[in-house]
C-alpha cells in the first residue's frame, strides 16, 4: 500500500536536498549497512545511492555518491525486489522485468547496469506474458504473470548454493498456475492460489513451509506444500482461505478472508506474535491483543508488520536496533512505525504519496531562498521567510507588519535580540512544530518564546528541560523556573534536587544563585525531605 514518510528519517536519505527530497516516488534500501538505495522520481528518472562506497573508501564526500541507472532511464517503474545474493529485479508497469546481477561488485566498480530479461519461457500463443508481480530471495527470484503463472529460477551469481536441490534451473521455469500473490523468504517461496490455498518450496529447516515437518520440498515436485485447510483453531476444523502471504527471512506470515493472521516458521526473535520464541513448522494464530479485523500485512527480515481494520498499525519480532520486540507494539502511523522499528533493508520497495503534504511542503518551503520573499539577518547570516506564513503563525510578526512598522515594506528584517542559532530554531518551529536546537541553547529559546508571547513554544521547552535537566543545572534552570513564575517546572527542580542535594550545592550554577532565591531553594528542599536521615 501507498504510504509517505519522511525520508529523512533514514539515515541513507538524510543528506539529501529537500527538493531533491520532494521530487521522489518510490525507494528501497538495499545492502551493506543499509547504505544503499533505488530511487525513482516522479519525472521516472532512476538513480542509485550509494553511501557505504563513500565510506569504504574514505573519501572525504560531503555529498553521497548518487548515479543515474541510464538503462531504466523513462521505463515507468512499478517495482523493485531485492535479494541479498546479492541481486535485483526491477518491474516495469509495462510488464517487463530488468535483472541487475552481483550489485556489490558492480557498485564497487562504479556501475550498476540493469539489463531486460529475455523470457522466452513464458510465451502464451507466441506473445510475451506481462508480468505483474516480483520477488527475490537470497540466490532465486520468481515473477507473477497476468496468467496467473509463476516462473522461478536461480540466480546465476557467482559463489550461489545449488538452485539444482531445489528443481532450479538459471532460466524462468513454470512452478505453480492459478496464483495470486507470491512472496520469496531467504531460501524459501510461498505463494498463494485463487482458491485461498497456501503452497510452498525451498527451504524448511525451521519449518518455514508450514508444512508440519522440517523437509525441503522441490520447486519441480507436484505437491509442493500441503494446503492449510485443516488448522486446528479452538479445536474447531474449519477451512481457512488465505487472501495474501508475506515471508520474512525465515518466517511466513497469511492473512485470512476472515482478517485473522496465521504465521510458521523461524522464531528466535518473536517474529511469529505467538507469545513465545519458538519456531512452528505448522501455521499457528497470531495472538491477539483485543478482538480486531487484520487488513494488511507485511513480514520484513525478523520483524513483522500488520494493520488493523480501524488503521493501527502493530510490530513484532526484532526492531532495526538489534532489540526484540516480543510483545506486540502498536502505532496508528505506518512510517513512524518504520522509521523507529522497521528493517533498514526493504525486499521490496516503497511508493511515496504522489504529491507532499501540506507538512512537507512547509517543512521544504523553511530557509529556502527560491520561494522567499523575507530574509531575517541574525548575526550577519540570512534565513529565508515567507511574509505571510509569518503572519499566521506568529502574533510578534503579524504586530510588526500590520502597525505599519517599517519592516513591513523592507525584504530584510535585522534581528539583534537573539542569538542566529535560536532565532533560526524558532523560525523553523513556526514552519514545522518542532524543536531543533541543542540543549544548552533551550533557555534562550524560551526567553524568546516568553517575549514573542508563544505558550506552545513554551510547553515544548519546558517539556525539552525536564527531559534534560542534570544535577549540574537544576539550580540554573531553579531560577528560571522562579523568573517566569513555571511552578510545574520549580517543583520540578526541587523533586530533582532532594535525593542529591550535597552535589547539587556544591555545583557553579547554585554559587552563581542570589542569596534570596538560594534561601528559598533550599527551604522548599527542606520540606520536601533532603534533610531527612
Known sequence: SDMC???RSWP???????EFISQIHMVMIFGKLHKRALIVTRDKMVYVLDLYNCLETGNKISTPYLKEIEDLRGKDIKTF???MGPHILALTNGGEVYSCDNVDCQLENGICKFTLMKMSTIKNNQNMMRVVDIACGCYHSIILTENDEVYAWGSNNSGQMDNSIYGLSTTPKLVLSNVVCISCGNDFTIAVTRNGKVYGWGRNNVGQLGIGNHGNKNATQQTLSTETNNINDNNLLHQIISVKVTCGFEHTLALTDKGNIYAWGGNMSGQLGIGNQTECCKPI?????EKMRWID???LNNSSIAVT????????GVDCHGKSIVTIASSSNISDMLVHYGPNVMQKSMILDEEPNILECLRIAFDNSSTSDLKIQVEGKYIHVHKAFLKIRSLHFRNMFEHDWTENNQSVVKINTFSYIVYKAYLKYLYTNTVDLPFKNISELFDLANAYFENNLKKQCIRIIKQGITVSDVAYFYSIAVKYNIKELEEFCVQLAVGHMTTVVETENFAKLDQNLMKTFIIKASKAGCFKN
Open 12 to 18: 541513507v536519505f538524510s543528506s539529501l536536498e529537500p
Open 81 to 83: 525486489a531485492y535479494g
Open 5 to 7: 514518510s519522511d525520508l
Open 297 to 299: 500485512i507485511t513480514a
Open 309 to 316: 481494520e480501524a488503521g493501527r498499525v502493530y510490530i513484532w
Open 285 to 289: 494464530m497470531v495472538k491477539q491483543i
